[in-house]
């Protein structure tokens, strides 16, 4: 009993489930991490490779082995028309309105990339783009909808 002298009990319930807001920030933010090692790794003219880990029977043995892929990483910036560089954030394959009809910011350089998308972390983090990302999980699932078929003359 001594052992369990040394602990400290307490009453506590087990969470019923994670926050879907959170959930939704935090794969977001994991996206922007990852567009700012890729453009950290630009403005110092570093190649950036990532990799990812797939499972694959190999033919010969039959046996499951893992093994390592490169990552495709696409950056969400591109250079304007006015040779300004345009940032667009990303939720998914969507692009996030951060403003309703203003779907891109206006930067100067990758630099600019940087720590545009440092700004946009702690506004994430923040909670400030919630109703934005609500709004396009909201479109998305609309759209799942299966049809129906109804048949004429069954009942």
Same mark, same amino acid.
């Given at each position: ?10 009453? #506590?319930? =087990?969470?019923?489930?994670?926050? =879907? ?11 922007? *991490? ?6 950290? #790794? ?10 990812? /880990? ?12 893992? /093994? ?6 696409? =950056? ?10 345009? /940032? ?9 309105? /951060?403003? =309703?009809?203003?779907? #891109? ?24 783009? *919630? #109703? ?24």
């Amino acid at each position: 009993m001594s052992n369990l002298s040394s602990l400290k009990l307490v009453a #506590a319930k =087990p969470r019923k489930g994670e926050n =879907p807001r959170e959930v939704r920030r935090f794969k977001l933010v994991d996206k922007i *991490d990852t567009q700012l090692l890729l453009a950290r #790794a630009q403005h110092e003219g570093t190649p950036l490779q990532l990799t990812r /880990i797939k499972t694959a029977i190999d033919l010969e043995t039959g046996l499951k082995q893992k /093994i390592e892929l490169p990552r495709k990483i696409k =950056p969400w910036w591109w250079n304007g028309e006015n040779g300004k560089t345009n /940032i667009a954030l990303k939720y998914g394959s969507k692009v996030i309105e /951060i403003s =309703p009809g203003l779907n #891109a910011i206006e930067t100067e350089g990758v630099g600019g990339v940087i720590t545009t998308l440092e700004v946009l972390k702690s506004a994430v983090l923040g909670g400030e783009l *919630d #109703a934005q990302i609500e709004g396009l999980n909201k479109k998305t699932s609309a759209g799942l909808k299966r049809p129906t078929l109804s048949l004429k003359g069954k009942n």
